[in-house]
């Protein structure tokens, strides 16, 4: 490159803040916070005025140009600098949809996805049931429940009151043999037993509804966290108009989850919500096309992952001024790809590992075994996967297939990949759910010395891996590995899915 383009001028709406005693920079547009070092900060100021070329920079600064590069390019993917790039994202809307009327509102739901409880308690067991309104406490501490529970409850031990991530205050049942405590001994649940299902807390009576705002209305999926899913499916009649009791759950305040706006991809890169909803038409096509669980897993990472590649290509020549190219910065050594990635492996082995055994412990010092037994159990599985392990002896249950389908479509129907950290995470925690699942539903199986997969075991592989990773000390686990979650189930997902040799990794992730 004989002319490199000069770098161009910072934002003029930012301003660097000292916080404690490190450096960062408020982005008033996209709220996020970034963290700068004192170079950085000087390079800032340099542009402050006015595009500089490299030599420019690099003879102000009087620092190596390798760093200087580093730094700019940091800047770059921030969307601190004057770049096309910046402007199209910093021009998306950000209006969040207004408040919805439950009569009026549209609701999309997915046909393939449907549900009618068969009254198993499991819902009601190793689950957190709340939070609570005062009305519903009210109406739980207001009678005397042990003709019907079998024995004596103290007011107690029916509803306890934690802390939750904010430190406010929150209200849930009491647990009793590791389940609700309102859970009688023939597991169905006293309150409605006794004074209806309209008294039962309002999310109980929206189990296993979940609901996400959209800018045109709301989308209508289930929890996959039901251990009887697949007799629940086969229990629901087809064709069944679902929307009355959504209207009416939605009307007594069932929460809503929030489609973001615009959708965060990954760091530096949000998409309109029409590209998205585009994109997700498009892997829920290929979820229904797939014949295996490769296939699935192929089917949700291959359209999004050539999305996201296509979207940041797009601003390549535009952002050539912070190459290594543009700064005269020798390039780096061939990479050996595979040998990347088994450290990326190795490392987020470690680091899951690590935490998952952390959060454990945690729950074994508040006596809670039996969720600290399922963290163990999604620990084992996980480093399992990462370790290369495979369960393809057993013969499948029939429609185990279908299930995976299913809590593909239900996480697309909530759009869970957008909601957690971005595109990129999301879809990755999305494969690794997938994957370890798969997994763990053999091992099941030949650890027990079966030759056959059941549907229980199936159902309980499933509903492992989505309860565990959506808890809040879980997904700040994932948050802190995304670099090499990314790496491992994101950029590189077909070398555990389908035994592809790994792709080099985009600059961008590196």
Not at 135 to 151: K, L, N, S, T, Y
Not at 205 to 214: A, G, I, K, L
Not at 272 to 293: G, K, M, N, Q, S
Request: hydrophobic share 45%; net charge neutral; with cysteine.
């Amino acid at each position: 490159m004989r002319s490199p383009p000069p770098v161009p001028p910072l934002r003029g709406d930012l301003r660097p803040k000292k916080i404690g005693n490190r450096l960062a920079v408020d982005d008033p547009k996209r709220r996020v916070r970034v963290p700068i070092d004192e170079l950085t900060l000087q390079i800032m100021e340099c542009l402050a005025d006015g595009p500089m070329s490299q030599d420019e920079l690099a003879a102000e600064l009087g620092a190596p140009r390798i760093e200087l590069q580093r730094r700019v390019r940091v800047l770059t993917q921030q969307l601190l600098l004057q770049t096309p790039r910046a402007a199209a994202v910093l021009a998306l809307s950000r209006e969040e949809p207004g408040p919805i009327d439950a009569e009026t509102v549209a609701l999309t739901f997915d046909p393939k996805l449907r549900h009618a409880c068969v009254a198993c308690g499991a819902c009601c067991h190793g689950s957190d049931i709340g939070p609570l309104s005062d009305a519903e406490v009210a109406v739980i501490e207001g009678h005397d429940w042990a003709p019907h529970i079998g024995r004596p409850v103290p007011a107690a031990a029916l509803v306890q009151t934690v802390t939750g991530p904010s430190g406010a205050p929150i209200r849930l049942t009491g647990h009793r043999d590791g389940s609700c405590s309102m859970l009688t001994a023939d597991k169905l649940c006293a309150i409605h037993k006794v004074l209806g299902p309209t008294k039962k807390p309002l999310v109980c009576q929206e189990f296993p509804f979940t609901f996400t705002r959209t800018p045109s209305g709301v989308d209508v999926s289930y929890s996959m966290e039901c251990r009887a899913w697949w007799k629940a499916k086969q229990a629901a009649p087809v064709g069944v108009d679902d929307a009355p009791t959504v209207r009416a759950l939605l009307a007594r305040g069932a929460p809503l989850l929030r489609m973001p706006v615009p959708v965060p991809v990954t760091s530096g890169l949000d998409w309109a919500p029409d590209a998205w909803l585009a994109l997700r038409a498009e892997v829920l096509a290929a979820i229904d096309a797939a014949t295996d669980h490769p296939a699935l897993v192929m089917a949700v990472l291959g359209p999004i992952r050539a999305a996201v590649t296509r979207s940041l290509e797009g601003y390549a020549t535009s952002e050539l001024f912070a190459t290594r190219d543009a700064w005269a910065v020798p390039m780096v050594d061939a990479v050996d790809h595979s040998a990347r990635f088994f450290e990326a492996c190795a490392r987020l082995d470690g680091l899951l590992d690590e935490g998952l055994a952390e959060i454990g412990q945690g729950m074994v010092r508040r006596g809670r075994d039996a969720e600290s037994d399922r963290v163990q159990r999604l620990r084992w599985a996980t480093r399992a996967l990462l370790r290369g392990r495979r369960a393809d002896d057993p013969l499948r249950f029939e429609h185990e297939h279908e299930l995976w389908q299913d809590m593909a479509r239900a996480a697309l129907q909530a759009h869970d990949p957008v909601r957690r950290g971005g595109l990129v995470q999301g879809t990755a925690t999305l494969v690794l759910r997938l994957m370890t699942g798969h997994l763990f539903a053999g091992v099941l199986a030949t650890t027990a010395l079966r030759g056959r997969i059941s549907e229980q075991d199936a159902t309980d592989a499933l509903v492992l891996v989505t309860k565990m990773w959506r808890g809040t000390a879980l997904e700040l686990l994932l948050g802190s590995v995304a670099k090499d979650l990314a790496h491992v189930f994101f950029w590189s997902g077909d070398v555990l899915a389908v035994g592809a040799a790994p792709r080099p990794l985009p600059s961008w992730a590196e």
